[in-house]
């Protein structure tokens, strides 16, 4: 679920409390403040950072622009939406203007909601743009630590020109102190035989046109004309937010340069597994097109059937039947090429500035070559088949490894498509995991569990705490899904999303009339017992569901006294006059309503005063602040560093207070749910709640066997 602290301007409560349904109906978890004057609005502005503000346009107490002034006064990054009472262009125009992310018609629930998950989307980002631009101040300072006291002579050039220098630098090119290096032009450091190599590198550069980094052996000059061997390496860089280039000169790279590769050795340097050089490439080829704006492309080949190659053939020769299509790959390239093998079977090129069309048909072309190649090894004969994942690399693929993963991705697409492989495939994201698919997914899931009765229903008992209760054994009726029905044919979520979608009615009645047969059956031997059922809005909202009940309890032979029907309170804030209609007809029949998911609205108070509610059970955000006021002595006992989780558990235990104490002497029954451990109950009792409900309890079961004799 998606958390979400919400600051609303309206005239009241009532409007307040139907965004803050709409918003939970969409899987928020929401927290609200409702300013209804404008100083009220710049406390609560300078409370906390806030996700958002949902304003209304028109509201004459607080002017559109006025909020917008205080926003900027209190320096916060605030996204705000603004409702209006109907379409209107000038106000849109209006809103936008003053800085409003958008301007919603106020009965457009699906606009609204997408407006919001889009302006979370961009708070969120900025939020972890400054997270990351606080991260990269650290540790531009740390490297510029390791500069000062590395081994290795390094210098930062601009223009040709030193603008750093480290001691092993300054030493090096016979300077007696760093300060004197400094605006001097870097050529003069260099022989006059490799002056023409480094002369691209002495001009302005652009970060839109990142330089290819250098390595070479060359002759240095130091201050008193003495030439020496370098193995010099260049980078282009950012130094002081511009960009730059660093020079660094390792001795001991120097050596191995010296070293007379034989062309074997140098051809070996392709298929050796060297990881880091492949990940190296890779970023560069990520940062390269980020600067460029043109995607590079990576391009994962993977002999097909590897490990069984290798589980015939021993690990030796299957290495070399590697190491041959590799070498086979790189000739097949007329330049040279950004390449590294990864793994044992992951050989990878990145290309830069190539279209998608152009590097399909490439990696197309390579796997038909290899397939017509015939490979020599040892006096035996090979064909093979490749492989190749392709993907772009740019702005959108935020690491190396998530680069890797999602040519790894195209190559398992491409061999379920064709278990022999043999192909290439681009790596094209899922477009199709909206809201809307995931929807129908679960409607398409009742309607076939509903088919096959596979649905389940379990009974939770709910404890009276004090003593002097109804003598009545309650059960809450909890819905499920039958243990055979495998969880892949289940959606995510999907018993939180049936009761906000279209099937959620039809569900309700069939778990009525499992539930009235049961407690028939219930009945004979225990007359005391009550199911409480949870309705979904769906069900409450429709004229048709009172006939129906009435028909089922007629036919079931049970009093309307026998089921206590629960509607959460999101629900029953945006359905208001329907579920106090619910209620009136109830009550006529002796029958009982509770409203769960409590006290999350605000001021839930005046829900009840509209809704005649029997039961009222609290959220479980609200039991879970409560738990910590439990657990807040230990907790502090710990360490001095819980201060925080302390403050929040008496927040937690203030807020549950004030909803107790609200519901003094209307005749309304509390219940607490969730209880999993017995810390909480000392604080529940003291509040005077009547019932509580949770696995310290007992477990939801397929049964109504609890012995309420046991007491909590």
């Given at each position: 679920m998606n958390h979400l602290h919400i600051l609303i301007v309206d005239k009241s409560n009532d409007e307040a409390n139907r965004f803050i349904s709409i918003l939970r109906s969409a899987d928020f978890v929401v927290e609200a403040k409702l300013a209804t004057d404008e100083e009220q609005l710049q406390k609560t502005i300078s409370m906390r950072n806030w996700d958002l503000l949902l304003a209304a346009q028109d509201y004459s107490r607080i002017p559109t622009q006025n909020i917008f002034q205080r926003i900027r006064r209190a320096e916060r990054d605030l996204p705000v939406i603004l409702i209006n009472q109907e379409y209107n262009p000038e106000k849109v125009i209006e809103g936008l203007r003053l800085g409003a992310v958008d301007v919603v018609v106020e009965d457009q629930d699906q606009h609204l909601i997408k407006v919001v998950q889009r302006s979370l989307r961009g708070v969120y980002e900025r939020r972890q743009s400054r997270e990351w631009e606080r991260k990269l101040s650290v540790a531009e300072k740390r490297a510029q630590h390791l500069m000062n006291i590395s081994r290795l002579p390094i210098a930062i050039v601009k223009e040709g020109a030193y603008v750093y220098g480290n001691d092993a630098c300054a030493s090096i090119f016979g300077f007696s102190d760093v300060e004197e290096m400094l605006c001097m032009p870097v050529i003069d450091n260099i022989g006059a035989r490799d002056r023409e190599k480094l002369k691209a590198y002495m001009v302005p550069l652009d970060s839109a046109d990142e330089l290819m980094p250098f390595e070479a052996v060359i002759k240095t000059v130091d201050a008193d004309g003495k030439e020496s061997d370098a193995f010099l390496e260049i980078h282009q860089i950012q130094?002081?937010?511009e960009p730059a280039l660093q020079f660094t000169i390792n001795k001991d790279k120097l050596f191995d340069a010296n070293i007379d590769h034989s062309e074997q050795q140098k051809t070996t340097e392709y298929s050796a597994i060297q990881p880091h050089l492949v990940y190296e490439l890779i970023s560069r080829g990520i940062s390269r097109s980020v600067q460029s704006g043109q995607d590079c492309m990576l391009l994962n080949i993977q002999a097909d059937r590897f490990t069984q190659l290798?589980?015939?053939?021993?690990?030796?020769?299957?290495?070399?039947?590697?190491?041959s299509l590799v070498m086979f790959?790189?000739?097949?390239?007329?330049?040279n090429l950004d390449c590294g093998r990864i793994s044992e079977n992951c050989f990878v090129i990145v290309l830069p500035d190539t279209a998608e069309e152009k590097v399909v048909e490439l990696a197309e072309n390579i796997c038909q070559q290899i397939g017509q190649q015939v490979f020599d090894i040892d006096n035996e004969t090979f064909s093979l088949t490749t492989s190749i994942g392709v993907?772009?690399?740019n702005e959108n693929v935020p690491s190396v490894e998530r680069g890797l993963e999602r040519s790894e991705e195209a190559i398992a697409q491409l061999r379920e498509e064709n278990s022999l492989g043999n192909g290439a495939k681009f790596y094209?994201?899922?477009?199709?995991?909206?809201?809307?698919?995931?929807?129908e997914a679960v409607v398409i899931t009742a309607k076939n569990l509903l088919s096959k009765g596979a649905f389940s229903i379990r009974y939770q008992p709910i404890v009276a705490l004090i003593d002097g209760g109804s003598g009545k054994e309650y059960y809450e009726v909890i819905l499920g899904v039958k243990k055979d029905i495998p969880a892949s044919e289940i959606p995510e979520d999907f018993i939180t999303n049936l009761f906000k979608s279209e099937i959620a009615a039809e569900v309700d009645r069939w778990v009525i009339g499992q539930a009235l047969d049961a407690l028939t059956e219930k009945l004979k031997t225990n007359p005391e017992t009550q199911l409480f059922i949870n309705i979904s809005a769906q069900s409450f909202a429709g004229s048709d569901f009172l006939p129906w009940l009435q028909k089922a309890l007629s036919d079931s032979k049970l009093p309307a006294n026998a089921l206590i029907f629960q509607f959460r309170e999101n629900d029953a804030?945006?359905?208001?006059?329907?579920?106090?209609a619910l209620c009136e007809e109830m009550k006529k029949a002796q029958g009982q309503v509770g409203i769960s998911n409590f006290g999350l609205a605000i001021n839930p108070l005046k829900t009840l005063e509209r809704i005649k509610a029997d039961f009222v059970k609290?959220?479980?955000l609200i039991v879970e602040k409560l738990a910590g006021a439990g657990q807040g002595k230990a907790a502090h006992d710990k360490a001095a560093n819980e201060k925080a989780t302390q403050q929040k558990a008496a927040k937690g235990k203030e807020e549950f207070q004030e909803i107790i104490a609200g519901m003094a002497g209307t005749g309304v029954d509390v219940i607490v749910p969730f209880v999993e451990t017995a810390t909480i109950i000392p604080i529940l009792w003291q509040q005077g709640v009547q019932y509580i409900q949770g696995h310290y309890i007992n477990k939801p079961s397929f049964t109504m066997d609890y012995d309420f004799s046991e007491g909590p």
């Open positions: 130094y002081d937010a290798k589980e015939d053939l021993g690990i030796a020769k299957a290495e070399k039947i590697a190491h790959i790189v000739q097949l390239f007329d330049h993907t772009g690399l094209i994201p899922d477009i199709h995991s909206d809201d809307i698919s995931k929807a804030v945006r359905y208001l006059n329907q579920a106090a609290v959220d479980r």
